[in-house]
């Protein structure tokens, strides 16, 4: 149990579009899913923490208007990275936890943008 | 400061042999949780063992097991038997508050294990 899926698992995309990366908990409801990002060779960085059916808490430095986190359902949570330029490239992980529990990854997202 | 330090970037370790990869750890809160996750180079992060800080005991997991020593602040992962397919990143990370809502993980900047034929 505690799957975790995300959608797409690579996307390459030209500078100056919005991306949407989908994180789904397949067989567990999530009542807070988590994104992270990773450069290569690097840790794990938050950027920021949704509970469903409320507004994401974004970590300081991560800009709210550029990621924006949606979390309508206890399965779903949605980033999506608008106007990306390269400098968004990154490897974007998301997780999900049933309240205080271990909390469960996703597969993550390779992102290139052009 | 660091609330989570590994302080070896990379290990190498004989096949069939054990090998500790170190964590420690900085944290004011009695109620805290530790983890371990493995992340091969597919990137999915694996997880693989957890401790409680009221744990009375070392926490294990198969082949896994964590050295919780409380008063030095440290959570060793000792992985026994290496395996070729344990070549990969391995994060230990803290969760602090461990009661009530989901709190966040803080990760280590890793230890990048390989496992020599």
């Known amino acids: 149990g505690a799957v975790v899926s995300q959608h797409p698992s690579w996307v390459i995309c030209k500078s100056g579009t919005s991306v949407k990366i989908e994180c789904r908990s397949l067989?567990?409801?999530?009542?807070?899913m988590f994104w992270y990002r990773q450069f290569p060779k690097q840790s794990l960085m938050l950027m920021a923490t949704?509970?469903?059916?409320?507004?994401?808490?974004?970590e300081q430095g991560v800009e709210k208007d550029k990621f924006l986190i949606n979390h309508a359902s206890l399965t779903l949570s949605t980033l999506t990275v608008t106007s990306a330029h390269p400098e968004d490239s990154s490897f974007y992980i998301c997780?999900?936890?049933?309240?205080?529990?271990?909390?469960?990854f996703g597969p993550g997202t390779r992102l290139t943008v052009l | 400061a660091q609330k989570i330090t590994q302080t070896q970037p990379g290990m190498f370790v004989q096949e069939k042999e054990a090998v500790t990869l170190d964590c420690t750890y900085d944290t004011s809160d009695p109620s805290y949780g530790l983890f371990w996750y493995k992340q091969p180079s597919s990137g999915e992060m694996i997880f693989l063992i957890y401790q409680g800080s009221y744990d009375q005991q070392n926490a294990t997991e198969g082949r896994y097991s964590l050295n919780f020593q409380k008063a030095r602040k440290s959570a060793n992962l000792v992985i026994s038997a290496s395996q070729l397919g344990d070549s990969a990143m391995y994060f230990c990370?803290?969760?602090?508050?461990?009661?009530?809502?989901?709190?966040?993980?803080?990760f280590g900047s890793g230890t990048q294990l390989t496992v020599l034929p």
């Open positions: 990370a803290m969760r602090e508050n461990p009661s009530g809502s989901a709190r966040q993980l803080t």
């Open positions: 949704s509970n469903e059916g409320s507004k994401a808490t974004y």
């Open positions: 997780s999900a936890s049933r309240g205080s529990d271990t909390q469960y």
């Open positions: 067989d567990f409801q999530a009542t807070t």
